[in-house]
């Protein structure tokens, strides 16, 4: 089936660096996603984004988050400063459309550790 | 205030047995509802989803799913598990004014051999 690769699957930094994380996306998808899995179940919603733009965003997605597709690469997260909470694993997912019952293509995961 | 929750952290089953995981919800006006399976240190993987007609769903693996709009529920079946159904299983519901996917707490199942 349609694939999401994730890049790298482990990443360990000093608290107060700076780190991206990447996505490649189905190659097809319009509609981007970054998710908050914490303690291996919670899985939270960070942001989405579509044509260039946030869609929307939750309180997690501090002011020190950012994301952006320049055309044709990765869709990216990059935090910066990094904090110890900030510690989880991140699952990008896409979709081919924004219509509410678009199935979701998860990456496997970035584990981002913050020492 | 819109929640979706999974009452069950943890279901241990022998293989071969039927399993019911629960998934209830607080949203106002229409939804969509969607099961994905977790397998251990894998991202989630879609195995089906209601949003309108028949209220049983069909999926992937032997499972299906039965819309309740009255008890607020969207509860994942299977009829005989085997022992790869272990994993982690995420109840997800987005509201049609929304522009995303809201997760429950996920319901780790283990099936015994």
């Known amino acids: 089936g349609p694939k999401v690769l994730q890049i790298p699957s482990h990443q360990i930094i000093d608290m107060g660096q700076m780190v991206t994380l990447n996505c490649d996306p189905v190659?097809?998808?319009?509609?981007f996603y970054w998710y908050k899995q914490i303690l291996g179940q919670q899985m939270e919603f960070l942001v989405n984004f579509y044509n260039g733009k946030v869609m929307e965003k939750s309180k997690l997605f501090k002011d020190q988050f950012s994301v952006e597709r320049p055309d044709g690469s990765y869709f990216t997260l990059k935090i910066q400063p990094t904090a110890l909470e900030d510690s989880a694993v991140y699952f990008c997912?896409?979709?081919?459309?924004?219509?509410?019952?678009?199935?979701?293509?998860f990456g496997s995961g970035t584990r981002l550790t913050v020492l | 205030t819109q929640t979706v929750s999974q009452s069950d952290a943890h279901v241990t089953v022998f293989e071969g047995d039927s399993v019911e995981l629960r998934c209830n919800y607080s949203y106002g006006g229409s939804i969509y509802l969607s099961w994905y399976i977790q397998h251990h240190g894998r991202g989630l993987q879609f195995l089906l989803k209601y949003y309108s007609g028949n209220p049983v769903v069909q999926g992937v693996n032997g499972f299906e799913a039965e819309f309740s709009k009255s008890d607020s529920s969207f509860h994942l079946r299977k009829a005989s598990v085997h022992w790869s159904d272990s994993a982690v299983y995420f109840c997800a519901v987005r509201a049609n004014s929304g522009t995303y996917q809201r997760f429950g707490t996920g319901t780790k199942l283990q099936v015994v051999p």
């Open positions: 997912a896409s979709s081919l459309s924004g219509w509410g019952a678009e199935t979701l293509y």
């Open positions: 190659s097809n998808h319009l509609y």
